[in-house]
């Protein structure tokens, strides 16, 4: 008898300047994520992987790169996504983006949300350039997000915001969103193959299988 587990969600502080803002709300929200209770939270950060800018070249069966690996595995568990990003430029850091690139099926299938934070947008624009990269994988990118505007005015000296109240109430929408479309979309990974795939799925998901799902898995794994 299969059992089912929680959904992995992987929160993802994507810049990795020194003295970045980013794990103040990605902190604050993982810590949310967990009181909602619908997910096992893995806070990943993306300064902890020495990701190479250089991409993979031609050959599919060139080995990846170690910190590549190491972090595929790890996005390759989790069900659903919430990327917690700055807004440089209008946009996303290039660090986000050398993570997304690297990656593929360990995104695909998967509901993705967004944490922003900026001067007045809250880095508004940060999320709508997100939604259009992860229209590719194909990823669910959910309605529901959270932009932080004016962002030093959010969080008090120890890193917590200073209406946590305020700010529960968008991240119990985003949560309670994304905990509808993450177990769906696991048993649609497990039982329907999506149309003209063309790409191996990574999944690593936490729900026990039978043998007899094993077998019938439509889709191998990377990992
Ligand atoms: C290269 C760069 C470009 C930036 N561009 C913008 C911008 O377009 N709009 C904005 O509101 N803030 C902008 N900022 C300010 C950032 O929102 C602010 O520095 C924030 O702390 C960055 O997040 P981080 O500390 O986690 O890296 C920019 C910061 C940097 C470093």
């Known amino acids: 008898m299969s059992t089912t587990k929680k959904p992995t969600l992987g929160v993802i502080i994507g810049s990795i300047r020194p003295e970045r803002f980013g794990p103040t709300p990605a902190k604050w929200f993982a810590a949310?994520?967990?009181?909602?209770?619908?997910?096992?939270?893995?806070?990943?950060?993306?300064?902890?992987?020495?990701?190479?800018?250089?991409?993979?070249?031609?050959?599919?069966?060139?080995?990846?790169?170690?910190?590549?690996?190491?972090?595929?595995q790890r996005l390759a568990k989790?069900?659903?996504?919430?990327?917690?990003?700055?807004?440089?430029?209008?946009?996303?850091?290039?660090?986000?983006?050398?993570?997304?690139?690297?990656?593929?099926?360990?995104?695909?299938?998967?509901?993705v949300s967004f944490v922003s934070y900026g001067g007045i947008t809250g880095g508004l624009t940060s999320v709508e350039h997100l939604r259009g990269v992860f229209a590719e994988f194909p990823a669910v990118t959910i309605k529901n997000f959270i932009a932080l505007a004016n962002y030093w005015r959010v969080f008090d000296h120890d890193g917590w915001p200073v209406n946590t109240e305020g700010l529960r109430v968008p991240a119990a929408a985003l949560l309670d969103e994304l905990a509808w479309w993450a177990p769906m979309l696991r048993e649609a990974r497990r039982s329907r193959p999506y149309p003209r795939l063309d790409f191996a799925l990574a999944t690593n998901d936490s729900r026990a299988v039978s043998p007899t799902e094993l077998v019938s898995c439509a889709f191998s794994s990377l990992h």
Not at 37 to 63: H, R
Not at 92 to 106: H, N, Q, S
């Open 32 to 72: 949310e994520a967990e009181r909602h209770g619908a997910f096992e939270v893995d806070l990943v950060d993306l300064a902890d992987y020495q990701l190479p800018m250089e991409l993979a070249g031609n050959d599919p069966n060139a080995a990846l790169p170690a910190e590549v690996a190491r972090l595929g």
């Open 78 to 111: 989790a069900g659903a996504f919430v990327l917690v990003t700055p807004v440089y430029n209008r946009s996303y850091p290039a660090a986000l983006k050398t993570a997304i690139d690297w990656f593929y099926g360990e995104w695909a299938l998967r509901p």
